[in-house]
């Protein structure tokens, strides 16, 4: 099983990214997919998750800014963020769920993909 992150980058305040995690190894359709923020000195915490129906979670501090989706033909989770500002900045990981729902038994965790949001 893989989990690759991409899309982080450096952005000013106000600006957009789109991360991708891409998944190998496992039936991608049947499994829910969390993204995590971990900031510098902070512990990870959970952005969103899209369960394999497309039911979507977000925290609330992202809810009308971030926008998570799915293509199960390429096996790839998106999260597109707009409106960043430095809190933002963090590594972003992805995490596979054990199950078809965002339950929280995470499996699997990407490497991690970098966003840094200037002020």
């Known amino acids: 099983v893989l989990l690759v992150e991409s899309g982080g980058g450096l952005v000013r305040t106000g600006g957009s990214l789109r991360l991708s995690c891409t998944g190998s190894g496992f039936t991608f359709d049947d499994s829910a997919i969390h993204w995590f923020h971990q900031a510098p000195g902070k512990g990870r915490e959970e952005v969103s998750c899209i369960n394999s129906d497309g039911r979507t979670y977000y925290e609330d501090s992202v809810k009308g800014r971030f926008t998570i989706s799915r293509d199960n033909a390429k096996n790839t989770v998106y999260l597109q963020m707009n409106g960043l500002n430095p809190e933002d900045t963090a590594v972003y990981y992805c995490?596979?769920?054990?199950?078809?729902?965002?339950?929280?038994?995470?499996?699997?965790w990407g490497q991690g993909t970098q966003v840094t949001v200037s002020s």
């Open positions: 995490a596979k769920d054990r199950s078809p729902f965002c339950n929280g038994g995470y499996e699997y």
